[in-house]
Structures are given as C-alpha cells and as structure tokens.
C-alpha cells in the first residue's frame, strides 16, 4: 500500500493495503498512504518501513504461509526522481517470526503524479508496482498493484484516497480491491495528526462477507527528527478478518539534489518530507 497493502509496497502501510489470499490478514512490509510528493529531479530518497503486528491471525493466510501474529516487517525503499511527475522506486521487502528472516524478493515501482503536488489543494497521481514474491508471502509468484492517489488539501486539512487493485498472476490468479484513506490535521511547521485506514476486500466481483474482510484504523503523527521525517501510527482491526494490534512506523531522508546551491530556488532545501501534507504556498493549476 505506499498501504495496508503489503499488513504488499502497498501495501504503512502502510501501505502501504491488506493483499491478503485465502481470506486471512498476512504479514505486510509496507503501510502508507500515497500523496503524490516524489523526489526533486535527480535526486535521491530512502524510507525504512517496519510494522510490528502485536496481535494478529495465528493461522497462515494459505498453506505454506507465515501467520501475521507477533512478526516484524518491513522494507527499505529506495526512489529517484526522473522528472516533475515521474519518480521510479525499489523495495527489498522482509519479515522476522520466531527469530527467523524471510525475504520477499523485490518490488520495482514507477510513480506518476501531478507536479509540485506538495504545493496544490487537489492532486492526483497513480502507482504501479510490479513484485517478485517468495513462497513464504504468497501463493502466486508475480504481483501487480495498481494505486491512484486522489486528495485535497488546504493549509490546516488534507484527505487522501488510493483505491487501490491488487493483481495477482498464475494458478492461484485473483485480483483484490484493498481501499486506503488519510484525513490528517497540522499542528505545527513539521508536526501533523490524524487517521489512516486500510482495508481488503476480497476478490474483485466477489467480496468476502463482512467478518472476513479486512479494516484496520490507525492513529498517525508525523514530524521530524533532525534531518529525517518520521510517520507513526497505531492500528486496532476492526474485524475478526484483521490483526488487531499493529505499529508503524517510516523513518524517511532526500539527499541533496547534485549540483543544487543551497539558496537556489523557491523550494524547500535539505531533506524534504515526503509525508508533506499542508500546502505551503497558494493553489497552482
């Protein structure tokens, strides 16, 4: 989710949304919701996600597969910027259970968005991210997620949906619907509150009943830490279907852009957040 996509990258997730198979909530190494801010041109950007499921299912979501409850997941991301509306990423996604460390192979994603949209009251964009997946993490061994990111924002409020589809390839071929939505509030120059939510479905065309499907809500903040810009939050499952208990958290840094003077130009120097929320100027076209 980038949702609570992979709790698949999305799918926190975080995410960061829920691509669980076989009806049970799974390990996911990724809960955010998009916001269409990318990277500046010719720069580079790092974000760590970890989520820790504190309470969730104690059943694996299919035979073979590793059960959410008490594992550690999360991936290292990386993403550039190749133009105003382009930004392309990796994700080396993981889980640790019972002491032991499971790769998920990769994830590569390209990011298209409307420029500058740190700085505009409507936004938009889409994501695509195709996965390599192991055994451990699911029964199809190709992926694709397929996220738009739609949102308005002023200079106290924003709200931000993904609808996010979730394709699986091969045998065990299903296509997921896993909805995440944002509604935060700013507090301060770098200090933002608010909720998250996160949801699976079910099968396109045939949702699971109600209990199955998956909800979680979360209390998130974010804020900065020196040169890093932190997003936290606290889920509670709001069915049978979800974990109950899971923390987030996405610890993120932008180099410097090669060759750019540290006063050149309007916008923000340093490190930038890539969980900007608040618009910092007026609304451009």
Avoid: C
Avoid at 68 to 84: C, R
Wanted: no cysteine; aromatic share 14%; hydrophobic share 40%.
């Amino acid at each position: 989710m980038k949702g609570y996509r992979s709790l698949t990258e999305a799918g926190l997730a975080v995410a960061l949304t829920l691509p669980a198979l076989g009806g049970a909530a799974h390990a996911t190494d990724e809960i955010q919701v998009y916001n269409a801010a990318i990277a500046e041109v010719g720069q580079f950007t790092i974000q760590q996600h970890l989520n820790y499921i504190a309470l969730g299912q104690k059943n694996p979501p299919f035979p073979g597969g590793l059960a959410s409850n008490h594992s550690l997941n999360g991936t290292p991301e990386f993403a550039y910027g190749v133009t105003d509306w382009w930004e392309v990423g990796l994700y080396l996604p993981f889980s640790v259970q019972d002491e032991r460390f499971y790769s998920d192979a990769f994830k590569l994603r390209t990011l298209f968005v409307s420029p500058h949209a740190e700085q505009r009251n409507f936004f938009y964009g889409v994501n695509f991210e195709f996965a390599n997946e192991t055994p451990p993490f699911s029964r199809s061994r190709f992926s694709m997620e397929i996220r738009p990111i739609i949102g308005v924002r002023n200079s106290d409020y924003e709200f931000i949906v993904n609808p996010i589809v979730d394709i699986h390839f091969g045998k065990f071929a299903e296509q997921h619907f896993t909805p995440a939505a944002r509604i935060a509030r700013k507090f301060g120059d770098d200090l933002f509150a608010g909720f998250e939510y996160y949801s699976d479905l079910g099968q396109i065309g045939n949702f699971d009943k109600l209990a199955d499907q998956q909800h979680t809500l979360f209390a998130v903040t974010d804020f900065k830490a020196g040169e890093f810009d932190v997003n936290f939050g606290v889920g509670y499952g709001l069915t049978p279907g979800s974990d109950r208990l899971v923390v987030k958290t996405i610890i993120g840094y932008a180099f410097p852009v090669p060759g750019q003077k540290p006063d050149g130009g309007d916008r923000v120097r340093g490190p930038v957040n890539p969980f900007t929320h608040a618009a910092v100027r007026g609304f451009q076209p």
